[in-house]
Structure formats: C-alpha cells, structure tokens
C-alpha cells in the first residue's frame, strides 16, 4: 500500500466515546486525505491537508478533527463518536507535483463500528 | 468536475480483454481521465490516467477517443484477481483551490468469470 500504515485496521467503540484514527506514511508527501466509504455514498472525503499544520474541510467533516504535526502522520479524531459515523475510514496520500501527476495512493483501511 | 456515467456491471472471461467504457460528455479542455480500482475490501488502487492521448502502462491500457467525451480502459488478459469495482474520474488537476479530492461514483464492478 505505497507506505502507507493505517491504524487501527479495526475499532469497536460506544456512542460518545473518543476515537482517533492515524495514517502514517513513509513517502514524504505533501498532500494527505482522509475519506469515509459507505454504501450507496462511494467514498467521501472528510479533511485533507496539503501540509504540516496545514488542514482543510472536505464535504463530510461535521464531527471530525484532524491533526497534523509532522509530515509523516495525518491524524483522524472523532470528537464523541456517534453511530452514523459506522464506515470504513481511508487515508490516501499525493505528491501532486504537476499536471498529470496527482495520483493518489490508499491506505489499506480502517473499519470503525460505533455501537 | 465533469460527472462521469459507467455500466454498473459487466463480466469477461478469463485470460480475454476486459474493455470498461465511461462516458464524459462533459469533460472540459483541462481535465484528466483518472482510472482506480478497488478490490474487495482495499484501499482504491490508482491504474492509469491521460488526458487526450492513448495511455499504456504494465496494467492497462486507456483509449480517449478524439472529442474527449469518452474513454476505455482497456485491461488486456484479465485474471481473476482483476475482479474488482473500477471507477473513472474526471478532474482538473492544477490550481490554487484545487483540493485534489476524488470524486467517485459508483463504478464498474467487474466479475471476471474461469
């Protein structure tokens, strides 16, 4: 998966509990991005970031906050998890450096169930 | 984004082409053509992208036809493990409020049969 680590690969939670989700990659990219897929919605994205400290909302962020301190990790939290936010939940990665070359590589996943 | 408007579902033999068509009607001078699969259960897998000319890389082959408004991505001797959904995605790829974000749809699924 290009150097790309997502953890955990599976979380069981209960309402209104924290959850933090992390992507780390070892290609030193800029660009990290996190989505959600679900049925019937394909996948979304939440929040993206095109740099250290540097975050942006993508169509899907009510409920979520993401962090990112170093290059290497892009950190997805769920502020008090809520059962409509049960998904599969993907970080991606990009170099974006030209046209053409805005290829996106995916991590493997993470399985979140909020019960 | 142009939107993009791909078969639900198609079947192919093993060993045989696979030729997945997407329509783009829509698509303006500055968007590319981007092509990702995703297999059962995985991260989307990035398989090939051009913009007008003929592209061809160690997994597929893609044919733009010549007013852009669709393409073919073209996997040459499908296996088995090229079961999967395939996505075609139309974007521009530069500019300042450019997230970079991919917009999928819902893809191809395509069941390649022994």
């Known amino acids: 998966d290009a150097g790309i680590t997502q953890s955990p690969r599976h979380k069981v939670t209960e309402t209104g509990t924290p959850v933090t989700l992390r992507c780390h990659q070892t290609?030193?990219?800029?660009?990290m991005y996190w989505y959600r897929q679900d049925p019937g919605h394909g996948l979304r994205l939440i929040h993206y970031?095109?740099?250290?400290?540097?975050?942006d909302k993508g169509e899907v962020s009510d409920g979520y906050s993401v962090s990112r301190s170093k290059t290497e990790d892009f950190l997805l939290t769920l502020e008090s998890a809520t059962s409509s936010q049960t998904s599969v939940y993907f970080c991606?990665?990009?170099?974006?450096?030209?046209?053409?070359?805005?290829?996106?590589?995916f991590g493997a996943g993470t399985r979140l169930s909020v019960l | 984004d142009a939107k993009t408007t791909q078969p639900p579902s198609m079947d192919c033999a093993e060993g045989r082409a696979a030729n997945l068509p997407c329509n783009h009607s829509?698509?303006?001078?500055?968007?590319?053509v981007y092509w990702y699969r995703q297999i059962h259960s995985q991260g989307p897998q990035y398989i090939i992208h051009?913009?007008?000319n003929n592209e061809t890389n160690e997994m597929a082959s893609l044919i733009i036809t010549e007013d852009r408004k669709s393409s073919t991505l073209i996997l040459p001797h499908a296996t088995l493990r090229d079961t999967a959904v395939y996505y075609c995605?139309?974007?521009?790829?530069?500019?300042?409020?450019?997230?970079?974000?991919?917009?999928f749809g819902q893809g191809t699924t395509l069941q390649v049969k022994p």
């Open positions: 991606a990665i990009s170099d974006r450096q030209g046209f053409g070359k805005n290829i996106q590589y």
């Open positions: 290609e030193n990219h800029r660009y």
């Open positions: 970031s095109y740099g250290v400290k540097d975050t």
């Open positions: 829509t698509i303006s001078g500055n968007e590319y």
């Open positions: 051009g913009l007008k």
């Open positions: 995605i139309v974007r521009v790829d530069e500019g300042s409020s450019n997230t970079g974000k991919l917009i």
